[in-house]
């Protein structure tokens, strides 16, 4: 699976979108972008998923840019809840010759300020 | 209300003690899998399992044990033989191409 470079930490005011930045550039063709995040002693929680076009759910948006090489997750109106590490990790989906595991880094440590 | 279930949340144990933490789903997912965290580091798989009755070892899986007996069940158990237990465990299913997790088991060894 391709290596991420996210920032250590990032602040956000309460209200306002948050956009984490992701670099990973070796990214393969058949290689997907997720985000999960983790609050502090819970366990790890899905947020979204990509492999070139642009996705939107209920909690977040993700934007890749068309050479794939670099991806931002924005969540539109932080609130304090959302402060938490969040990872960008990028596999090959499924069993698809890929490795079972999910590879998470240092990831970005968000923090929400009222 | 669906989900994974991990219980109990807090677990402790004396040293020696051989210790099964419990994960369950009632998301009808075939995949189910173990990791362990460690205080700023990153997740690591110790077993998984693509359906009943058949299971992998992952990187970590000295130590521990699991079983696939049913396909919402996929117990771990620490033994004695895990030389530094004390950890976050995380239990996660797989539905497509996404893992989720659940809520873990802090585990500390005495």
């Known amino acids: 699976d391709a290596k991420t470079t996210q920032p250590t930490s990032m602040d956000c005011a309460e209200g306002r979108a948050a956009n984490l930045p992701c670099n990973h550039s070796t990214i393969s063709g058949n290689e997907y972008v997720y985000w999960y995040r983790q609050i502090h002693s819970q366990g790890p929680q899905y947020i979204i998923h990509?492999?070139?076009n642009n996705e939107t759910n209920e909690m977040a948006s993700l934007i890749i840019t068309e050479d794939r090489k670099s991806s931002t997750l924005i969540l539109p109106h932080a609130t304090l809840r959302d402060t938490a590490v969040y990872y960008c990790?990028?596999?090959?989906?499924?069993?698809?010759?890929?490795?079972?595991?999910?590879?998470f880094g240092k990831g970005t440590k968000l923090t929400v300020n009222p | 209300d669906g989900g994974i279930t991990q219980s109990p949340k807090y677990l402790f144990r004396k040293e020696g003690q051989n210790v099964t933490l419990s994960c369950e789903q009632n998301?009808?997912?075939?995949?189910m899998y173990w990791y362990r965290q460690d205080p700023g580091q990153g997740l690591r798989l110790i077993y998984y399992s693509q359906i009943v009755n058949d299971f992998q070892k992952g990187d970590i899986a000295e130590g521990y044990s699991v079983s696939r007996e049913k396909k919402e069940s996929f117990p771990l158990t620490v033994t004695s033989a895990q030389k530094n237990p004390t950890a976050f465990y995380l239990c996660?299913?797989?539905?497509?191409?996404?893992?989720?997790f659940g809520p873990g088991t802090r585990l500390t060894v005495l």
């Open positions: 990509g492999l070139k």
């Open positions: 990790i990028v596999r090959v989906a499924g069993t698809q010759g890929g490795s079972e595991k999910l590879v």
């Open positions: 998301l009808n997912h075939d995949a």
């Open positions: 996660a299913s797989r539905m497509a191409d996404t893992q989720y």
